[in-house]
């Protein structure tokens, strides 16, 4: 599969090469999922390797992280947004970009089933019920590897007035305060709808309860080590409920550091 993997590597970055753009809005879009797309495949690597995965299912999750955004790019020419809302699946629409491609017929029904299922369920709200385990991990893998890297991409447009000054694609309302059902939902450890998303405070919640999805310890201490808790955290609007709220999360990110 090496000799095959460097194909794909060399096919996807001339694919993201193929989408640059004069207009210097679209590049920068367009140039930040080439990064994303490069860490987040690094990140799965490195992650299998941590469970000991063998070989062939670390060239497995490579390939997974390699693709996991290959909709993006389409999605970006089409629609002109990132915003899945207003346009469509980014992940669905990567598997369609996916099966026009001739090498994914040179791998094994199994594994060309588990490249699917991993890189649709990538972004969803939850993993799909199934009762193939080595599903489950791989979309696992992704997951985590997908967030280690969105934390790094979101870092420089935490404070307010950097806030005001970011892509128009992932922009968020100028507002800082939370609104009053996302601190409610925070502080009882609850999911929020992220369509309810009103506010900068409101996006911020969402990223902290983005931690209550981390699957393994290695994701969650890197998260940690690079201090991307500690900059939200200093960044929200804070009182006596948010401090409860960020108080149970950091019990959670202690007992999944301490896990595997
Ligand atoms: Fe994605």
Redo the contacts with the bound molecule.
Sequence with gaps: MKELLKRMHKWMSDYMRSFYSDDEEVQLGITIKET?TGY?TTNSIELAKFLKLNEHDTELAEIIGLF??V??FRQYSIYKTFNDADSED??DL?LKVIDELDFFKEISDADNDLIHFAIKN??KKIIEPTDDERKILFAKIIRDA?KLDIYRVLQPYLAQENADKMPKFIKGKERAEISPDFVKKFVAGEQVDYREIRTNGDRKIVRLMWLYDVNFSWTMKKIVERGYIEQIVDALPMNEDVAKGVERLREHVRNICETN
Aim: proline letters at 0%; charged letters at 25%.
């Design positions: 994303h987040v996991h955004d909709g993006r980014h992940a990567g990538h972004n997908d």
